[in-house]
């Protein structure tokens, strides 16, 4: 047990199941991580426990007798908070509230409530009520809208609060309602991608806080908020990034990947996630500084696999070298990475090769090409308007020679569409 130094803020008590999956200098980068978070949501740490038992009891998770020595640390603390690093059953919340006498938060439920702070957008705030609201059906129970009621705070906002007390027949008429109104966000996203497809496309993906935000700012000008905080960005910005003269592609920042992600938010962010999908181009950038960025690493290409993205083309940046303390890591990694790059998005270092590498990929895919059409063709004329990028029109007596650029699958489907259909 680690006791942290006390504030004023809300309370907070972290909690970590070791069961010899991980070894213990893992539970606590893991705790570390939790308090983090709890930090981006608005708690102060007092203290962190982590408990070793074979497998979670079904009943509290820690077991009983370790869930009655952490209850005897909470009102000499003023704690107002436990919470848990794994996800708990509706059963162990409800029995770990009765004792503790306090609200129980686990991972999945604390994210939640980050997204919930976090998110501007309408797309963004129906995205997270979902996924709320998923969560939060099986585990209504008395105690909770109690404590909810009593506490507020971290782990309330959103939905929490006004829809607690509500059964779980509106809740699910509430969920049937969001999906449709996502529904047709990711409609209107769908038009607005499509414009996106007359050029190459790459998508920025990372472990949460491994600079990402920095990166597309260094790369765009795009001014977009980059915070040291999880979870800063929660929509998708894109914007286009000039590698050569009339040479650009566009490129997308994405919500940061977290060990545990909650599946409640991969589906709910599909339409947010869908740049990474629709991404000619996978830009993985990684925190060289952080000791475990090998596990982060993991877990960002498992939630790609998760979204059928694991095929895709992807540099790997390992971001941060200027506050490299060990350059011997930067000899390691070029040798298990090879065709990886090194970069300082703060300092621009690395930032030119970058350019370079996408400049090759954007030559090698994106291709130059011209196509003769009668005047009378406008639909198909206007076609490749819709599709490719139009780099001249030039006007004979005879017909219009349009010269564009287009990657060769949207080249395939002009042919097809120009010559197979009237």
Request: charged fraction near 30%; proline fraction near 2%; glycine fraction near 4%.
């Amino acid at each position: 047990m680690v006791e942290v130094k006390k504030t004023d803020r809300e309370r907070a008590i972290l909690i970590a199941l070791s069961t010899g999956e991980y070894t213990t200098e893992q539970i606590e980068e893991h705790l570390d991580e939790l308090e983090l978070l709890a930090d981006t949501a608005g708690a102060d740490t007092v203290f962190k426990i982590m408990q070793e038992k074979s497998k979670p009891d079904p009943a509290y998770f820690i077991g009983r007798g370790k869930a009655e020595e952490i209850a005897r640390l909470i009102e000499p603390n003023d704690i107002q908070l436990i919470i848990f690093d794994d996800d708990l059953s509706p059963g162990q919340v409800r029995n770990l509230e009765k004792l503790f006498g306090r609200k129980i938060l686990d991972r999945s439920g604390l994210i939640l409530d980050i997204f919930a702070s976090h998110a501007k957008t309408r797309e963004a705030k129906i995205q997270v009520e979902l996924a709320q609201l998923q969560y939060m059906l099986p585990r209504l129970t008395r105690a909770w809208t109690h404590l909810s009621k009593q506490y507020g705070g971290i782990g309330t906002k959103g939905p929490g609060e006004k829809q607690i007390e509500t059964d779980r027949r509106l809740i699910k008429t509430r969920i049937s309602k969001l999906k449709e109104n996502l529904k047709k966000v990711e409609s209107q996203q769908t038009i607005k991608s499509s414009s996106h497809k007359k050029f190459i496309t790459a998508a920025i993906v990372g472990y949460t806080n491994a600079g990402k935000s920095t990166l597309l700012n260094r790369l765009t000008n795009a001014n977009v908020l980059a915070e040291n905080k999880l979870f800063a960005t929660l929509d998708s910005t894109t914007r286009s990034c000039e590698l050569d003269k009339n040479k650009k592609i566009l490129i997308s920042d994405t919500v940061g990947f977290i060990r545990k992600l909650p599946h409640h938010l991969i589906a709910s962010f599909k339409s947010t996630l869908n740049v990474v999908r629709d991404a000619d181009i996978i830009l993985h950038v990684i925190d060289i500084t952080n000791q475990y960025y090998e596990e982060h690493i993991k877990v960002v290409e498992e939630t790609l696999s998760q979204m059928n993205c694991d095929k895709k083309n992807q540099i790997k940046i390992f971001n941060k070298i200027d506050a490299l303390k060990n350059r011997d890591v930067l000899n390691t990694l070029t040798q298990h990475y090879p065709d990886s790059l090194f970069i300082s998005a703060e300092r621009g270092i690395g930032i030119p090769k970058l350019k370079e590498n996408l400049l090759k990929y954007y030559e090698r895919n994106f291709i130059e090409y011209q196509l003769k059409l009668r005047h009378n063709q406008s639909k198909k004329i206007s076609l490749i308007y819709e599709l490719a990028e139009v780099l001249d029109t030039v006007y004979k007596d005879d017909y219009v020679l349009l010269k564009y650029r287009a990657s060769a699958s949207v080249q395939n489907r002009i042919l097809k569409l120009v010559y197979n259909k009237n």
